[in-house]
């Protein structure tokens, strides 16, 4: 696959791009916005950027199948992003925002999953972390969910069907924020 590189425009997955034994570099000295279409899915490997931002996931949605994720990412706009085969986080990962009121994001960790890693995951406003559909979802120990004004729900709907099981840090830790879990 090699690089992706962008001058002034957006590039927008559409279908999926079988990322399996490699590295895909999301850069460009101006700024790479990477949109996941509704049928955009990346099917593991390694996404990497040395961008302030690198993918930003649009209302109709997207997969991280299997991946690595050493890229910023950005959901929001109502964006909602499916989690398939666990995800790997080492980089920041944005829900919400805080410049747009009522702006939501959501991660959907479908069936089973485990999101590891040594990155963070930042509430911002309405960013909702998911077990969906009856999953269950392990937050690793090296990972930390933080921020404000966010749900982690157990399940998208369905109230006691879905499990988080948390072996990382969630942290309330901007004045006047709230995180809620259940």
Not at 11 to 30: A, F
Not at 157 to 179: H, P, S, Y
């Amino acid at each position: 696959l090699g690089e992706f590189h962008r001058n002034g425009g957006n590039l927008t997955l559409i279908g999926t791009v079988d990322n399996t034994g490699r590295e895909l570099v999301l850069d460009d000295e101006s700024g790479l916005f990477w949109f996941l279409g509704s049928s955009g899915r990346i099917l593991n490997g390694l996404v990497s950027s040395t961008n302030s931002l690198a993918l930003v996931a649009t209302a109709s949605g997207g997969t991280l199948d299997g991946v690595t994720l050493n890229a910023p990412m950005l959901i929001r706009g109502g964006g909602n992003v499916y989690v398939r085969n666990g995800l790997t986080l080492n980089s920041r990962l944005t829900m919400g925002s805080t410049n747009y009121p009522g702006d939501s994001g959501w991660l959907r960790c479908l069936g089973e999953q485990q999101l590891v890693g040594t990155g963070e995951i930042v509430l911002d406003t309405q960013g909702f972390l998911i077990a969906d559909q009856g999953g269950k979802l392990t937050i690793g120990p090296g990972l930390t969910v933080h921020g404000q004004g966010v749900s982690i729900l157990a399940s998208a709907g369905r109230e006691g069907e879905g499990f988080i099981l948390n072996r990382g840090k969630i942290l309330a830790d901007v004045t006047g924020g709230q995180i809620n879990i259940g």
